[in-house]
């Protein structure tokens, strides 16, 4: 969980939560981070899946919000669009989509630049 406001509760402002993040490299927690700071790579830890993946939540004042509800979810300028069904939604960035696969094809990835 990034706790958005550094005050240490969920409870208060803006939390992001960050699943399958990988043990290896990852940050230890209580790690202050600093905008565009890396907090570690995807993986297939926490459980069955089709492969290397990233799920990510977030909270504002202790209540989740929906990824593709009134406040739009964007980080790195990709925004969150809903799919029809669960896990199958996709980022939207300009003129560039990234439909969300659930079979983890090449297609579906996305790779940060260094300069983001």
């Not at 990510?56 to 300028?77: H, L």
Request: one cysteine or more; hydrophobic letters at 35%; proline letters at 3%.
């Amino acid at each position: 969980m990034v706790d958005l406001d550094g005050d240490g509760y969920e409870q208060t402002g803006w939390n992001i939560l960050y699943m399958h993040i990988g043990s290896r490299d990852r940050v230890p927690v209580g790690t202050w981070l600093e905008v565009n700071d890396r907090i570690g790579h995807a993986s297939c830890e926490g459980g069955v899946s089709t492969g290397t993946h990233l799920h990510f939540a977030r909270k504002y004042n202790g209540e989740w919000v929906t990824a593709d509800g009134p406040i739009p979810f964007i980080m790195s300028g990709w925004r969150v669009v809903a799919g029809e069904k669960a896990y199958e939604g996709k980022l939207v960035r300009g003129d560039e989509v990234v439909i969300a696969d659930p079979v983890g094809q090449k297609w579906s990835n996305i790779f940060r630049k260094e300069n983001e």
